[in-house]
């Protein structure tokens, strides 16, 4: 988490890295066919354009009430977490924890022996260096 | 178990690891469309002052009343597997491990001689090092 | 992304690779079968043409209004993905998160003990090196 806002790299976390976006990664003319430079110029300037202007229009209007929203979202959903999951979560892994000791020692119990006994065929290995 | 409050690493045993709400775990533009610095700067700036407030009003309002209810559900938890349970589990413990050892001298009187004798299947292995 | 346009190399993220419109990708000749030179010469030069006049005439027409269109389409596909689903997905990753742990808790407690156990069947080997 970062304490400021960093303006250059927006998405650190790689949240968003299969929006890929830009004129390239959409429009692509194979080696077999060129349009004339100026055609594929022009259309480059208008696609980077249009998309940034439109880009742009619509953050500038909606991203101010969408980060209030999703301020708010996440608040809850912090609070959710810390307060009632969190020790709901940990009163349910001491159970288990608990539980988990009972089972052991009935499984060690019942099982342990076998296994061990199986355990004696790697008691007489024997490795010849060669 | 800490003796004192620690007030700046709130989450040491990494109990909500997973709950990441900071902007930039949230919201995050690719490289190909980056909206003007301060449409993204304030968006940073409403959501974390947004997400702050709200949290801090709900802990506030929530926080006391919830941290005294935790507080008796773990004291009871706590009377109950210190009191009740860990002794039933000693208890329970001791006659199992009786119950193994004697399990135990039975599989190794029927059959040990058995697994010893397959173990014989490794009492020849050549390792060549190259 | 680059910022800058790329009048040679115009398709570099290999998006239209398969598309092979060359007049040697399209008409081919087998070693048995060889029409008269003038023939094929001329054969070229009208398939390189006419493609190329057509393909310019194409592009010049529809290029600039489609650079348009899917500069806007891209656009907002963008913003739906930056302040929408990107911060649902977050909230969901934070759910899977805690249902990680919960599901974590309950399979070492269900299956711990007894892959524990299984362990020691290896808890005896002996190797002896000759």
């Excluded at 924890?97 to 008691?123: D, H």
């Amino acid at each position: 988490m970062s304490q400021n806002v960093d303006l250059v790299n927006r998405d650190a976390n790689g949240l968003n890295d299969h929006v890929k976006v830009a004129f390239d990664d959409v429009i692509a003319e194979p080696d077999g066919a060129h349009s004339l430079p100026c055609v594929w110029a022009g259309a480059w300037l208008i696609f980077t354009c249009t998309k940034g202007c439109c880009y742009n229009v619509m953050s500038i209007i909606c991203g101010f009430p969408l980060a209030l929203l999703w301020g708010c979202q996440f608040a809850y959903i912090t609070f959710y977490h810390v307060w009632c999951i969190g020790p709901c979560m940990r009163s349910f892994m001491i159970d288990c924890g608990c539980y988990r000791k009972y089972f052991f020692t009935c499984v060690q119990c019942c099982l342990g022996p076998i296994c061990e006994t199986f355990g004696l065929c790697f008691s007489n290995i024997v490795v010849r260096n060669v």
